[in-house]
């Protein structure tokens, strides 16, 4: 199981993604290596322990970041924690 870091919200100059989440993961770094993951779920906890879901949709750029579609929108205490990646969804 590789470590996963969530990094920011997919965003456009003036447009955020509510439920787009850019995921990086530890030692990817190539496009090729980030497309092995799509597909894997995605757990992010809260220090309430509620766990909200999620799935890695594609590759983002090319030095191997990904990103991942989450089933409600996470909150901004979220951003540079850790989420685990887990097997196929």
Request: aromatic share 6%.
């Amino acid at each position: 199981m590789a470590k996963a870091k969530v990094i920011q919200f997919r965003r456009g100059r003036t447009n955020q993604k509510p439920r787009h989440y850019l995921i990086e993961i530890e030692g990817c770094d190539s496009r090729e290596k980030a497309a092995k993951f799509v597909g894997q779920s995605v757990e992010w906890t809260s220090p309430s322990n509620k766990v909200i879901k999620g799935k890695i949709a594609a590759p983002h750029g090319n030095k191997g970041m990904t990103r991942a579609i989450f089933e409600t929108g996470l909150p901004g205490q979220a951003m540079g924690t850790e989420v685990k990646l887990g097997g196929t969804k």
